[in-house]
């Protein structure tokens, strides 16, 4: 399958999830059901709320928005020091 590549600036993660699941044509409870998580924890990472981090990260790994190598959000190309 081909990886598509979306680069957006400016955006919080919230944002990101939110987009990268849209452009992926899922829905919340698509990618909850993918995560193993409760739908509304999407719907709070999407909305920036605190989430526990072992739910954050399972969503995150189904988005492919982690980095390979830490595990920790891919943040290449946000640039949030402006």
């Known amino acids: 399958m081909k990886k598509e590549m979306l680069i957006l600036d400016n955006v919080t993660l ?25 739908p509304f924890e999407v719907s709070g990472l999407e909305h920036d709320r605190i989430i526990r981090p072992s739910r954050k990260k399972r969503i995150l790994a189904a988005l492919d928005l982690l980095s390979d190598d830490t595990g920790e959000p891919d943040t290449e190309g946000d640039d949030k020091s402006d």
């Open 14 to 38: 919230g944002q990101k999830v939110r987009l990268t699941r849209l452009a992926r044509g899922m829905r919340q409870l698509d990618l909850a059901s993918a995560a193993k998580v409760n």
